[in-house]
């Protein structure tokens, strides 16, 4: 079940608020430490779906400014006038006599910890399961991905019902993961922005984007590693498709701080990941094998896992080559690059295969001679642009990318009647690509190399191979 929490400071805001998010929710947990004028009864009588009333103190992080007695006063109200569910934190004094005397209501008694996921989460939950709670929620805070599992076991080898989750961004998986193996529910937001914790998810995202309420236990998992991964669209892309074309599969951002933590952790479980900056190098000293074009490009995007056995490969260099091909000839023509990262590497190859006179320019220079040294071609800083001809110029640095749009890498009056291609895909037509455009220049965003890159994947992991059109419609879409 989804249950979106309801933050706001008067009843008649929360009711309104209720309103909205009854449309999606399955359930909603009424926050009332942060209302000021809390009329349970008005609230109650205004519900459509089941609620929890939850009323946090200070000490746990939570808003309500009465005394104890007060907030106990009140958990005895909302017991009394008949909510479906009534939050008890563990700590509180008064537990024992709310679980005795709760009525119709269920009690949920719940651990909260802001810090860390403790080591000893078994005995956590067999102190809240003596209490009699009718449900155990363990919240805790995810400093690490494996955080994340020592919840999700917990979960699967419940013995009665519980809520768990993980909080933070690191703990988003948690989120999505923890219904599947069982959590009573997960918590949504009822809209980006008006999260109640960290690492909360929009509750349509839930719904319509990782499909929570139909996916099963059995699906296979799928998901992208990087830091930060929060920016990736990788996750729409997917999860679309896996719906369009009727498969039990979900992909989740994977945020990775520490590429030895989620290698010696994930892969048994995932069917197969994308990999995004920083790890794209990295990660090729943790598979079995690699593909002919990675190894040389020399950086992963991609990872298959057959039979327990991690193959990488890199999709970066055909996806952005397939875009080009489609609007312009490569061979002969100069080809001005800009930026020496993970995928100017990958597409300054495709460039040199394809017959084209490359020249690299970095803002770094030695990173250019650098790459340049390996491909046999021209290297300089950024600054020689004005000087060189350029018949295809392509930008592969971040430079114009969300949030700052204004930016271009070159200026923009030097770019006239070329082929330009800016690799960014956020915002899909960026502030070179516009004046390039306007400079009579046939352009090429990176939202293209972004699809043919991920229909590759798509078809890596599926053995479909889907058509892209329907990738762009999506893209389009969301
Ligand atoms: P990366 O390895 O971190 O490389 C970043 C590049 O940008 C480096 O060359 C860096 O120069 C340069 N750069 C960063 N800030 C700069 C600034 N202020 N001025 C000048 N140059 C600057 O990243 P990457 O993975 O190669 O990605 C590069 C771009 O390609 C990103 O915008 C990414 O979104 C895009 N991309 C798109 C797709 C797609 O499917 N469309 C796929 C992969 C990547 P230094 O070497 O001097 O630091």
């Not at 989750?165 to 690191?170: A, L, R």
């Not at 990087?226 to 989740?252: A, E, Q, T």
């Amino acid at each position: 079940m989804i249950c979106i929490p309801i933050i706001d400071t008067t009843t008649d805001r929360v009711i309104e608020n209720m309103r909205k998010a009854s449309l999606i929710a399955d359930l909603l947990e009424i926050r009332v430490d942060h209302v000021t004028d809390p009329d349970l009864e008005k609230i109650l009588s205004a519900r459509t779906k089941p609620v929890i009333i939850t009323i946090m103190p200070e000490y746990e992080n939570g808003s309500f400014k009465g005394t104890e007695e007060e907030r106990v006063s009140l958990l005895k109200q909302a017991v009394y006038l008949g909510a479906d569910y009534v939050d008890v934190n563990l700590g509180c004094a008064e537990l024992k006599n709310l679980i005795k005397n709760r009525g119709s209501a269920k009690i949920i008694v719940s651990y909260h910890n802001f810090e860390e996921t403790p080591d000893d989460l078994d005995i956590i939950y067999n102190k809240i399961k003596s209490t009699g709670a009718d449900i155990i929620k363990i919240a805790t805070s995810a400093n690490k991905l494996s955080d994340n599992l020592k919840i999700l076991r917990l979960v699967k080898k419940r013995d009665q019902d519980m809520i768990g989750i993980c909080m933070g961004q690191t703990g988003e998986i948690s989120r999505i993961l923890a219904p599947l193996y069982g959590s009573y529910l997960t918590f949504a937001s009822l809209q980006k922005g008006r999260e109640s914790a960290p690492g909360q998810i929009p509750a349509e995202t839930l719904k319509n984007i990782y499909r929570i309420n139909d996916l099963n236990p059995q699906c296979n998992i799928y998901g992208i590693i990087g830091n930060p991964v929060n920016k990736s669209k990788g996750y729409i892309l997917h999860n679309c498709l896996f719906k369009l074309y009727s498969l039990n599969n979900i992909y989740l951002n994977f945020q990775v701080n520490d590429l030895e933590d989620f290698t010696g952790n994930f892969p048994d479980m995932l069917s197969g990941f994308s990999v995004t900056m920083p790890h794209k190098q990295n990660i090729m000293h943790y598979l079995d094998k690699t593909d002919p074009v990675a190894e040389k490009i020399g950086a992963v995007n991609t990872v298959v896992n057959r039979d327990g056995k991690l193959t990488g490969y890199n999709t970066d260099m055909t996806g952005a080559i397939k875009a080009l091909l489609s609007k312009t000839e490569i061979k002969n023509r100069s080809v001005t690059i800009l930026g020496a990262g993970g995928a100017a590497k990958a597409i300054a190859s495709g460039i040199i295969e394809e017959g084209g006179k490359l020249t690299i320019l970095n803002r770094t220079v030695e990173k250019a001679d650098l790459l340049a040294q390996d491909l046999n071609c021209n290297s300089g800083p950024i600054a020689e642009f004005k000087k060189i001809r350029t018949d295809i110029l392509i930008n592969i640095t971040s430079v114009g990318m969300h949030p700052d749009t204004s930016e271009s890498p070159v200026d923009t009056s030097l770019v006239r009647e070329m082929v330009v291609f800016d690799a960014i895909y956020n915002p899909a037509k960026t502030r070179l690509l516009k004046e390039a455009e306007k400079n009579n220049c046939i352009i090429i965003s990176g939202m293209e190399m972004f699809i043919n890159q991920s229909a590759e994947q798509f078809r890596l992991w599926t053995g479909i191979q889907p058509d892209t059109n329907l990738l762009r419609d999506i893209m389009q879409w969301n």
